[in-house]
């Protein structure tokens, strides 16, 4: 590839990872055509690679593509569309005539966030549709951050996109008495997106990287749009609780992963600590607990270890089990099995895991498998946990989570080797 060519593709795939949703609710704003945006995006970022080796990449590259999209939108209309008086065309035209280069781009994602949790959009996929819309996620992602079918997922999404168009739903802030009942759907896919790119602690893929930024960024606009909306705030600072530990998440070299429990709280941003636990203060004030002032609740109880303090456990256990009764997720029911751990044994946290076994949407899900095979191990049941620890493995795709999974599954089969004769309550005892 020659430089021309690398620096065209750079910048092109920058633009896509910051603007994307941006692009694509600018575009989408008339026609309210969702896929269409898509399309056309996607058709403008393929004309920008041929041609900015060639005439360099311009100086708003954002524009740029917003003027090469809208006119593809344009003559997809004079293709399906016979009558020159078509309001959709007129509009478009209009958005044609204006020259983007002349002018900052605003930023409507906020508001596609918003219409993508239109009351008329299955409640099943507006959490979907907007990672999809607004940031850029193909189906077989967003199909593994909600623990679907990637094909299931595609289907979803599309008659989504068809609904919004059909129905003429506005892509824009709706009224303020209408934002309430769409906030949930809305936080939960700023958190999709916030876990999608913790996930990438390293930044070193590109689908991923940034959108921790991003979903922190919306989580602030969302709680300036609804000032003193506990779960907004709830939301921003659990966000903030989990990306204080970002640096800490790797050894001090950068290759090692690091867990919770091991981490050195000196590593921890204190300023991002202190922002969360101000923002949960107030979010606990205005006496309304959500999902989200649950979670962050947890991230606050861990963080008391940068005082020197021991964990508390048994509130964790106890703050897990009302989530658990709140969300019916098989993820919060995993989480509180292993709280369950520190407080009732380890008997008892795999009961509760056993209890999870036959739910398909954990099948697939590395830190079940990891957390079975931690459990078992502890308990010397180590041919059982080797098992666990091979699929927990071979389902991680972090090379630095999967090193350190595959040092715990050594460490297992060396036990289980040293057990020889022994029983497994000797065993348990001298770990």
Known sequence: MSPEHHAAARAAETTARRSYGKLVALLAARSRDIAGAEDALAEAFAVALADWPHHGVPAKPEAWLLTVARRRLVDEVRRRV??????????????????????????????????????????????????????????????????????????????????????????????????????????????????????????????????????????????????????????????????????????????????????????????????????LQQASRAGRMGRFQLEAAVQSAHSVRRFGREVDWAAIEQLYAVLAALTASPVVALNHAVARAHVHGIEAALAALDALHGDARLAEYQPYWAARAELLARCARREEACAAYQRAIGLERDPAVRRFLQGRHEEALQDRVEAGGEGAVTQAARR
């Open 82 to 279: 016979h009558d020159e008086r078509s309001a959709v065309q007129q509009l478009l035209l209009a958005d044609e005539a204006a020259e983007p280069a002349l002018y900052e781009l605003p930023d409507r994602r906020l508001g596609l966030l918003f219409a993508c949790a239109h009351p008329a959009i299955d409640a099943a996929v507006r959490a979907p549709l907007m990672l999809q819309t607004v940031l850029g996620f193909d189906a077989a992602a967003i199909a593994s951050a909600f623990l679907v079918a990637p094909t299931a997922m595609g289907q979803r999404l599309v008659r989504a996109k068809r609904r919004i168009r059909e129905a003429g739903i506005a892509l824009e802030l709706p009224a303020t008495d209408e934002l309430q009942g769409r906030l949930d759907a809305v936080l939960d896919a700023i958190y999709a997106a916030y876990a999608e790119g913790w996930l990438d602690a390293d930044g070193t893929d590109a689908r991923r990287r940034n959108l921790a930024d991003v979903a922190i960024w919306l989580g602030r606009l969302v709680a300036a749009l609804l000032p003193g909306e506990p779960e907004a705030l709830g939301l921003l600072a659990l966000m903030l609780y989990t990306d204080a530990r970002r640096g800490a998440r790797r050894c001090e070299a950068g290759h090692d992963y690091v867990p919770l429990a091991e981490q050195d709280p000196r590593r921890w941003d204190a300023a991002r600590i202190d922002e969360a636990e101000a923002l």
